[in-house]
């Protein structure tokens, strides 16, 4: 008898081992993926925290062009200073950031007049700002569809659109 137990013997790893490396490993991968989850449900919590504090924080937010005015400074050629002239107020209750005023011609070409650097308005604050061109004048001459102002801080709820109709050219 003692010939079989010895051929029966285990050779390799034993069954204790073998089944604390497979709890082991089972604790190790349990550990890697609750933290994975753990850390891209934080991350997925923070961004709808964030976009819903925006949108509610901008629905508040109000843009009004009260006039706007184009002076071709009698010269509608290329190289002269052009201007545009236009008064922002801040309709809403929510601080916003003007940056441009966007001017659509009749033709549906998109001309931008940038400011320098972005304008801060406060709830119910009154802006003018002049912003200069030297970009030829005859595609806006008495052409302008609309002058459009977005706001930086919250482009879908502080925007106004200035029809044409209204804007006062002079020296054109």
Sequence with gaps: ???I???LRMRGISTILSAVLIVAIGVTLTLIVSNWLSTTFKERTEDVRDSAKIKLDCQFA?????????NCNSNCAAGTSHTLTLTVVNS???AVSIRDANVLNSNGTLFIFEMNGSKELNATDVLTVSNATTAA?????NS???VIVVSTTCPKDASDNFPG????????
Excluded: A, H, W
Aim: aromatic letters at 8%.
């Design 5 to 7: 137990r010895s051929s």
């Design 144 to 146: 302008i569809d609309k």
């Design 92 to 94: 809403g209750k929510k």
């Design 62 to 70: 109000d843009l009004y062009v009260r006039n706007v005015t184009y």
């Design 1 to 3: 008898m003692p010939r």
């Design 137 to 141: 004048c005859t595609e806006i001459n």
């Design 165 to 172: 109709s209204d804007v006062v050219f002079q020296n054109c």
